[in-house]
């Protein structure tokens, strides 16, 4: 008895101190509501709502599962409230179109609600191997409950028994809309597992190269990273390009800068490496032009999606604008 209620004491603890709450699991709920809405903004709004919702709730918390399973459950029914009739976030890849060819028209549509970056700051590090851009795109092709019962069992590892309970459906029905999840995923060639191990050192040396190819706009040296069948996309651009000389073409046609117009500067997305690229303007000074998210393949570049707005450099703390005598730097 004494242990039970030194238990229950500890949880109510735990709900009294709501800041410490909230800083205890913020970053973990932001990957959560991150994978189910495939929005970095949608994410925050959610997170604050759960924490809403938990706290006009706590007096009446049962202490039947842990503080972090009971947020989950409130987490999860946020997202699912959230995206009921709502479009999923896709990539430009996931559209079903054709791959362009560098010289096609560039085609855009600013209404689709696209797939955004997420910076790992934002979220527990150690679980970037399921915020990887290919797995959360993946996710937005499943319906809203499938993607939920997914990411429960999947990625937080709960019972079918426990995912029923916070979804408030049956067992039966959990293994069989993981079950359709799984289907889905294996047409990708995707699982939550799919994860990348930290860069070694040819890999950083490979970046390195690639930024300084992009600085000297040096495309036969970008060819050269690129794996032969590497892929590349650029919302809110609907054309995807697959194939390294197809991409070469492409950027030496549709990006506007010369030599040592294009300086990039290194962060991490979604658990990869990334950079924010600049354009030097007529005043000479760099301003913002898209956002890469690399997908690397030992010392190649499988796949790069450049994110094209200003709200991303925002996002990932990079500045607005870099002075006219910039120099590279090695990454390191």
């Not at 101190?17 to 800083?23: I, K």
């Not at 995923?185 to 050192?201: G, H, K």
């Not at 990006?255 to 600049?278: K, S």
Request: glycine letters at 6%; a negative charge.
């Amino acid at each position: 008895m004494t242990e039970q209620l030194t238990g229950e004491q500890a949880i109510g603890d735990e709900l009294a101190d709501f800041d410490t709450l909230t800083g205890r699991y913020q970053r973990e709920l932001m990957a959560h509501c991150y994978r189910m809405s495939g929005s970095v903004h949608e994410a925050e709004d959610l997170v604050q709502e759960t924490f809403l919702r938990a706290w006009k709730a706590s007096a009446s918390f049962q202490g039947r599962s842990s503080v972090r399973t009971w947020l989950y459950k409130i987490a999860t029914n946020v997202c699912l409230t959230n995206l009921e009739g709502r479009p999923r976030r896709p990539l430009p890849a996931g559209l079903g179109t054709a791959d362009s060819v560098a010289g096609d028209a560039l085609e855009s549509d600013a209404d689709i609600p696209w797939l955004e970056p997420i910076p790992d700051a934002a979220v527990e590090v150690a679980e970037r191997d399921t915020i990887r851009l290919a797995f959360v795109a993946a996710l937005q092709h499943l319906p809203a409950r499938q993607r939920a019962v997914l990411i429960l069992r999947d990625v937080l590892r709960w019972s079918a028994a426990e995912t029923a309970t916070a979804l408030d459906t049956t067992t039966a029905a959990v293994n069989s809309a993981l079950q359709r999840a799984h289907a889905q995923l294996d047409e990708r060639a995707l699982t939550p597992d799919t994860v990348q191990a930290d860069l070694d050192e040819s890999q950083r040396r490979l970046l390195d190269a690639y930024l300084a190819a992009f600085w000297a706009k040096d495309v036969d040296r970008i060819v050269q990273l690129l794996q032969y069948d590497a892929t590349w996309d650029m919302p809110p651009f609907l054309n995807h390009y697959k194939g390294a000389k197809n991409i070469g073409d492409l950027i030496a046609s549709q990006c506007p800068g010369g030599t040592h117009d294009m300086p990039m500067l290194p962060t991490v997305a979604n658990g990869q490496p990334a950079f924010g690229l600049y354009m030097r303007q007529p005043e000479g000074h760099f301003e913002p032009f898209h956002m890469q998210v690399l997908d690397l393949s030992g010392e190649r570049v499988r796949h790069v999606t450049a994110f094209f707005g200003v709200e991303h450099f925002r996002r990932f703390g990079l500045p607005e604008r870099l002075p006219a005598d910039w120099q590279p730097a090695a990454i390191g």
